[in-house]
């Protein structure tokens, strides 16, 4: 994840972080503490570490993993008798908690009982600050408190995505939504409401971008495993989330460190050590250390790049462009970001379908207008 910032005046041009590699996701994790940062029933793990001298650190309740009620799962009421069945969705959250200097960032995998995973991101605490004269502005920040400025900058992350859907030989299908022709006499389309959708898959190593216009839509399948409802091949979608891509101009050493953020969606070959979207170096590099290099590299080197039926890895470029708001000081309420992978044509119906109904008696949910009683029902 990498933090640049947009103040153009030295020495702030030099300001970026990248808050996960450099300052350390793992050993700067909180110990949790238990009914504060997550609530109910809770289970605790602790994180062990390697310090720079080599030795391992035991980081207490560095994870925490609970069950929240996330609303309506699934719901259906048959509008000729009137009775409803409904379930309500339970998310299972394993979660952490850094503190990096002014910021906090919550990190929570949400597992979903209709097989969807969702990755969510919420960055909190407080932002970064510069002295500015009383009554001064800028346009590449805000004035949060008098003499107080918080620059603009953004949060970009890449997630790894390193899948397996039904074996570890995998593609990566681009589908996308579009209008069917009209008063074309090969396409029968005679009131101009159809619409169908074209796929393609990508061969080599590449990068690639969103198109809400064209819902483009980003499958994780496999080929040689066929749905047997469909008949097409099982897989998982990414639901990405959309954001806006690097600011800083190509020649900057932001964008020069962060290869990660010119593209939403990149897919390579899997290789051991490419864990690191900016490389191994991040703010010692003078670029040339990421994504975009090692394909590169093994473009000019002749090297494979295939990436169809083949073991590879998905980054999602995903953040947030903070112009901070003056409510977002002193402390600043979550920013929540979610990425999901959600089965598409994996399984051969609703997963979730035995989910057992939501019922008062278990619920035991309390009516607070007591007048109210004699009208209102109550699921059985
Ligand atoms: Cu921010």
């Known amino acids: 994840m990498f933090v640049p910032y947009a103040d153009p005046r030295m020495p702030y041009a030099r300001k970026a972080a990248f808050d996960l590699g450099n300052n350390g996701a793992g050993i700067n994790a909180n110990n949790l503490q238990l009914g504060c940062d ?51 969705s339970r998310v299972l959250i394993l979660q952490t908690i850094i503190t990096v200097s002014n910021y906090e960032y919550i990190f929570a995998f949400h597992f979903g009982q209709d097989a969807s995973l969702h990755y969510e991101v919420r960055a909190t605490g407080i932002v970064s600050t510069v002295p500015i004269g009383i009554g001064d502005r800028v346009a590449f920040g805000t004035v949060v408190s008098p003499g107080v400025l918080a620059p603009y900058h953004q949060h970009l992350f890449s997630l790894r ?38 796929t393609q898959f990508v061969e080599n190593e590449s990068g690639h971008d969103l198109d809400h216009t064209v819902n483009r839509v980003f499958k994780i399948v496999n080929e040689d495993v066929i749905n047997p409802v469909t008949g097409g091949p099982v897989g ?103 990425v999901g992978l959600k089965p598409v044509n994996f399984f051969t119906a609703n997963p979730a379908i035995d989910v057992a109904v939501s019922t008062q008696d278990r619920n035991q949910s309390v009516l607070v207008n007591d007048s109210a009683t004699a009208t209102k029902g109550h699921c059985k």
């Open 38 to 88: 997550c609530l109910g029933h809770i289970r605790y793990f602790d994180g062990w570490h390697t310090t720079s001298s080599g030795d391992p650190l035991q980081i207490p309740n560095a994870i925490c993993c609970h069950e929240v009620d996330d609303g309506i799962l699934w719901k259906h009421t048959n509008f000729r008798t009137g009775n409803a069945v409904v379930t309500r």
């Open 161 to 198: 995505i390193d899948p397996a859907i039904a074996g570890y030989e995998n593609s990566l299908l681009i589908e996308e939504s579009h209008p069917m022709p009209v008063q074309d006499p090969k396409v029968h389309n005679p009131f101009g409401v159809g619409y169908t959708t074209e």
């Open 236 to 338: 998982y979608k990414l639901s990405p989330f959309y954001s806006q891509l690097l600011l800083a101009h190509p020649s900057s050493y932001h964008a020069k460190r962060s290869e990660f953020a010119a593209h939403a969606v990149w897919v390579t070959r899997y290789h051991d050590d490419e864990l690191f979207a900016s490389g191994q170096h991040t703010m010692q590099s003078q670029g040339g250390q990421g994504i975009a290099s090692w394909i590169r590299e093994r473009q000019e080197k002749k090297e494979a790049t295939s990436v169809r039926n083949k073991d590879m890895v998905i980054w999602h470029t995903f953040g947030s462009t903070h112009n901070p708001r003056v409510e977002d000081w002193p402390v600043m309420p979550c920013e929540k970001m979610q």
